[in-house]
């Protein structure tokens, strides 16, 4: 069964700030990684999407790797700024291509 | 190209009563996954369907809960005789075919009452 854990569950930051969200699985037959971003009381907006035969992708500020051997992706956040502040989920894609999330990084970045 | 629609947006019920959620898929997608986020947990998956079938629902709950994506119109999740327990933001998405990017809808946030 998978299990997905990001670290950590909250981050306060200064505007300007680089920074690096942690996503951890426990199943590495995984078919894709999602991140996802989600403002309070808001639906997720898809960030990038890793497939499994991938190492990295970027958009933006925004690069995501993935490493299956070890479990493990990375969302590293350029340049941060006061709208970059949401929750960022991760997420595994499995056995008929459903998600399994992580509770989540809550990120705020301060002006 | 319209995003993933749901509707209600809001819903409130009254303990006994039935929910009904429905889902519109993005133009072009035959997949679709229903997702329940509960208050202070992580999104959990319920149930996978494509057009008329149920392709995995290892994540609903046995009893009261069902779901369906007819040839025509939207997807429904139905929950018969709600409970408090129920309370939560259900999340519907869509994808192309095979294991592609999942766009997500704003949610249904039901209440119990």
């Known amino acids: 069964k998978q299990e997905v854990t990001q670290i950590p569950a909250a981050l306060s930051v200064p505007e300007g700030e680089n920074l690096v969200l942690n996503c951890s699985f426990t199943?590495?037959?995984?078919?894709?990684l999602q991140w996802f971003r989600q403002d309070p009381g808001k639906g997720l907006t898809s960030l990038l999407l890793?497939?499994?035969?991938?190492r990295e992708q970027t958009s933006g500020r925004l690069n995501a790797s993935l490493d299956k051997s070890s479990g493990r992706s990375t969302l590293y956040i350029a340049a941060s700024q006061p709208g970059d502040s949401a929750t960022y989920l991760c997420?595994?894609?499995?056995?008929?291509?459903?998600?399994?999330f992580g509770k989540g990084t809550l990120l705020t970045v301060n002006p | 190209n319209a995003g993933v629609m749901q509707n209600p947006r809001h819903l409130v019920r009254r303990r006994g009563q039935e929910a009904r959620l429905r889902c519109s898929p993005m133009?072009?997608?035959?997949?679709v996954y229903w997702y329940r986020q509960l208050p202070e947990e992580g999104l959990k998956f319920m149930v996978y369907?494509?057009?008329?079938?149920?392709?995995?629902e290892s994540g609903m709950p046995k009893e009261r809960f069902s779901a369906e994506f007819p040839k025509e119109g939207p997807s429904i999740l139905r929950i018969q005789q709600v409970v408090r327990g129920d309370s939560a933001a259900y999340f519907c998405?869509?994808?192309?075919?095979?294991?592609?990017?999942?766009?997500f809808g704003p949610g249904t946030r039901l209440t119990v009452l």
């Open positions: 133009k072009g997608h035959s997949h």
């Open positions: 369907l494509q057009k008329e079938n149920i392709i995995d």
């Open positions: 890793i497939q499994s035969s991938q």
């Open positions: 998405a869509s994808s192309p075919q095979g294991p592609n990017e999942q766009f």
């Open positions: 199943d590495s037959a995984i078919y894709n």
């Open positions: 997420a595994g894609g499995g056995s008929n291509y459903k998600l399994t």
